[in-house]
Each structure stands twice: as structure tokens, then as C-alpha cells.
């Protein structure tokens, strides 16, 4: 789907992977209204159907050669496209591109504005999932930016990235990348969604250098600022390599088999998480080699006071530009919280999960290996070695990975045996819808955005057994 998309906008450029990925999106939502979405179905379908029947990935170049006699067969590729649909044209003013008008006229404030600003800042440990508004969420990522040292009171450049920061980042994601990421993700989401607005205020006020104290005023004056969070604003999928699975999951088909991994529904979001946070790393290392050919050619290091000067810069253009130097440590951190349950993040996206041994969920989580290693034992009559798969399919002859039919088999069985069991079934399903579960101990482990998903989705399903 990229390279379909690279192909109708060529020879137009785009600045990073963020945009271009953005870019797409607006593009297969324009797309989508017409007789020309039809077609994009049918390529998807064909796409992974020749997937399938192959063995190949979606994004090798090998299933690329071979999808042309069938695409061909398919009357796909004889389809020409208005020039009013090409992106060059139909892209023209979309905000996705774009950024907000730049004649965007901000609401007036309210009636009792400095009040409401006046409590806003009030002291509060309420998490955003318990008061799931963005006014919550931009509370706590200020709460967190200030603790890490950051004018949040005199900036408006803080505010984008401490609401992103607060609903979205990863433990382990970069402060010097979240800038970058909070536009990217602004600019992602439809312009149809009600958080659209918001997003728009916060984006204008850095451009033009309006107070905290004003801007804060004028969020009061959109109802979606005090109102919940709307779904399609706690995932982003936008990303390259992602377009093709997200359409076909739209078309009922279960999983997508691509050269990282096999993305099922439930991985969408995780996947471009990793995505981002590996690109993010890569261009960091390509900027540090350039540097270091800049060294190895004579370049003399800037002196300190320019280091200090270009740091008051990026905190007045939403973070954009931060190098290593400027801010140390460089990883952003949520605040300890004394669970037993904690996942270490690094920045190119890969974790760890800590549990101590000496925590209730430590011992349920050493007998359950120990478990399986037992059941492994006596299933193939030997150790399980370090490339063995600890959850294996029982019913394969080899060690195998359980596959995800299998464990969507095992939670179906679990949800039909819950009540008796003592478990809300409510519970099971919002588990197999999202892929994870949030409980009070791995609480942590997950983004503000995760949470209030699954607890969504739990509601959902108590709703629809009650």
C-alpha cells in the first residue's frame, strides 16, 4: 500500500516517514467515498491473498513481481485516476498535510475562564483513567513535563507534547523525539474527530506564541476539552507499512503476515509503536554519524552558550529539534508507583518485563513457568532449550509457538467456563479484543491511552452480558 501510494504521488516528496505516512491515510480516506475505494478493497484482498497462498509477506519485494499477472487479471491495473485524485491535488489544503488554517479563528474563552485555569493547576493525583478527558490527560503530561524540569507555565510549545505525553508515550520514549511524535499524532487523526479541535488549539498557540494562561482559556471554550476522550484518538496507526493491514482487518480478514511479525487486530497499535520508535532511533544514529564525519573532517564543537541557546529554541518549537546534549537524561520517565509489575522500555521500542520473586505475582508467575516447562518435559521428553517456545502448541509433534487461533480457542473456552470459575467473562473478552490485560498491579506497564482501551472494552462486554 505504500508503494501504491508512492507511486500516485511521485515525484512529490515528503519531509520524514511520519508525513508520509499521513499523507496516505488522508489519501485512502478520500478514496474511500468514491468508486476508486472499491478498488483499493479489491487490491487488499488480492494482496494478501497471494500472501497466503505463497507463503510470502506482504512487504517483500518478491510477493511484489508475483502480484502483477494476477493484479493484471484482475482489471487493477488498467484503473486510471482523476488528476483530482491524485494526491497532489486532492491533498491540497488537508489539514493532515498541512497543519491547522492558518487563518484559524480561536474561540473567545468562557465566562469564569480564570477560575477554571485557576483549578486546572490545583494540585491533583488523579490519574487520566479515572477522569478520562483531555483535560485530565494534558494535566498529567504537564505534571510530568514539570517535574522533569520543563517550563510548562511560560510555553505553549509544551503543552502538544505534555497532552501527547500524558495520553500516548511509552515509558521508554525519547523526550527529544516527542515533539516530533505528538505533531505526527495530531496531524494523524481524521479531520472529522472531535478531538480535531483541541489539537488545533494547542498547535496554533506554539506557532504564534500565545500565553499558557490564554490558551488554556480558549481549550475551556471546546466541549470536547471536558468531555471523554474519543476512541479513535487512543490508537495511532498511522505508520508506514501499516495501511495495508488496518484496511484488511476493515475487510473481515484475521491476520496479515509481514516480515517483522504476523499483525493480528489486537497488534495494530503495538506494531506501530515499534515502528516509530525504531525509525526514531535509526535517525538518531544517522544524525550521530554525521556528526562524527563532521568531527573527523575538522568541525570544532559548538561552545555551551550555544548549546543553551539552541535548547531555549526547541522548547519553543514543540521539542522538534532536541539534541542529546541539551537534555539529560534524555529517556522521560513515568514516576515510580510501587507496583510489582514493571516493563523496562528502551528507546528503539524492545522491553523487558521485572517482576521480584519475592511479590505475590512473582510466585504465580515462577510456578506457572515452572509449569510449563514440566508440561514441555513430558510432552517431548526432554529440556526445553533456549530457542524452545515456553507457551507451545500442545497439539504439534515439534516445539511450536502457540498460534494465535489456538489461543483465541483457549480464551473463548476460558470465557464460557468463567462463571463458574469465579472470573467475569466481561473480563476474558476485553482480554482477547485488545490482546492485553490491565490490572491494578501491571497498571504501569501500559500508556494512559492502553489503559482506558481496555477498560472500554471491559465495560463493553459487561454491558452486552448484563
Known amino acids: 500500500m505504500d508503494a501504491l501510494f508512492l507511486g500516485t504521488a511521485w515525484p512529490q516528496s515528503f519531509r520524514d516517514e511520519f508525513e508520509f505516512a499521513n499523507a496516505r491515510d488522508a489519501w485512502l480516506r478520500i ?10 478493497q479489491r487490491f487488499v484482498r488480492e494482496v494478501v491473498s497471494a500472501s497466503e497462498e505463497l507463503g510470502i509477506p506482504v512487504d517483500d519485494g518478491e510477493l511484489m513481481l508475483a502480484l502483477a499477472g494476477r493484479l493484471e487479471a484482475a482489471g487493477l491495473d488498467g484503473r486510471r485516476l482523476p488528476r483530482r485524485l491524485l494526491p497532489r491535488m486532492a491533498l491540497q489544503g488537508s489539514r493532515t498535510v498541512y497543519g491547522p488554517p492558518r487563518d484559524l479563528r480561536l474561540p473567545d474563552p468562557p465566562d469564569g475562564v480564570k477560575e477554571r485555569v485557576r483549578r486546572f493547576w490545583k494540585d491533583s493525583a488523579e490519574e487520566p483513567w479515572a477522569n478520562d478527558t483531555p483535560q485530565a490527560v494534558l494535566r498529567h503530561g504537564l505534571r ?11 510555553e505553549s510549545a509544551m503543552l502538544l507534547p505534555a497532552f501527547y505525553a500524558g495520553l500516548m508515550t511509552k515509558p521508554g520514549e525519547l523526550l527529544e523525539d ?70 484488511a482487518f476493515e475487510l473481515d480478514i484475521p491476520a496479515v503476515s509481514t516480515l517483522e511479525t504476523v499483525v493480528t487486530p489486537d497488534l495494530l497499535d503495538w506494531v506501530g509503536m515499534h515502528a516509530r520508535m525504531r525509525l526514531s532511533a535509526a535517525a538518531r544514529w544517522s544524525a550521530a554519524d554525521l556528526e562524527d564525519m563532521d568531527s573527523a573532517e575538522g568541525g570544532q564543537a559548538e561552545p555551551d552558550e550555544r548549546w543553551a541557546e539552541r535548547r531555549e529554541a526547541v522548547r519553543e518549537a514543540l ?31 524492545s522491553s523487558v518485563v521485572r517482576i521480584p520473586a519475592d511479590t505475590a505475582p512473582g510466585k504465580r508467575w515462577k510456578d506457572g513457568v515452572e509449569g510449563q516447562m514440566a508440561a514441555f518435559r513430558e510432552k517431548f521428553g526432554r529440556e526445553p532449550g533456549p530457542d524452545d517456545p ?17 489461543f483465541d480457542d483457549m480464551m473463548l473456552d476460558l470465557a464460557e467456563r468463567a462463571v463458574e470459575m469465579g472470573i467475569d467473562p466481561a473480563f476474558v473478552h476485553a482480554w482477547r479484543e485488545v490482546g492485553y490485560v490491565v490490572t491494578a498491579e501491571n497498571m504501569s506497564m501500559f500508556t494512559t491511552a492502553e489503559v482506558l482501551a481496555f477498560k472500554r472494552a471491559l ?8
Not at 31 to 40: C, H, N, V
Not at 461 to 466: E, I, L, N, V
Open 178 to 247: 516527542m515533539g516530533a511524535h505528538a505533531s505526527a499524532w495530531a496531524l494523524s487523526l481524521d479531520e472529522t474527530s472531535v478531538l480535531v479541535p483541541v489539537l488545533d488549539i494547542l498547535m496554533v498557540a506554539a506557532e504564534i506564541e500565545m500565553s499558557v494562561a490564554e490558551t488554556l482559556g480558549r481549550l475551556f471554550a471546546v466541549p470536547a476539552f471536558t468531555e471523554p476522550l474519543p476512541s479513535d484518538a487512543l490508537l495511532w496507526t498511522s505508520s508506514p507499512g501499516l495501511a495495508l493491514p488496518r484496511l
Open 319 to 349: 521539542l522538534r529539534k532536541v539534541r542529546k546534549k541539551s537534555i539529560e537524561p534524555a529517556a522521560f520517565k513515568r514516576p515510580q508507583l510501587d507496583r510489582p509489575v514493571e516493563r523496562i522500555w528502551n528507546a528503539d521500542g
Open 31 to 40: 478514496l474511500r467515498g468514491t468508486q476508486y475505494g472499491e478498488g483499493i
Open 459 to 466: 465495560a463493553r462486554h459487561r454491558q452486552a452480558w448484563a
Open 144 to 154: 510530568r513535563f514539570h517535574d522533569a524540569g520543563l517550563p510548562v507555565k511560560k
Open 390 to 406: 515456553l507457551f507451545f502448541d500442545p497439539d504439534a509433534d515439534e516445539p511450536t509457538p502457540l498460534t494465535r487461533e489456538h
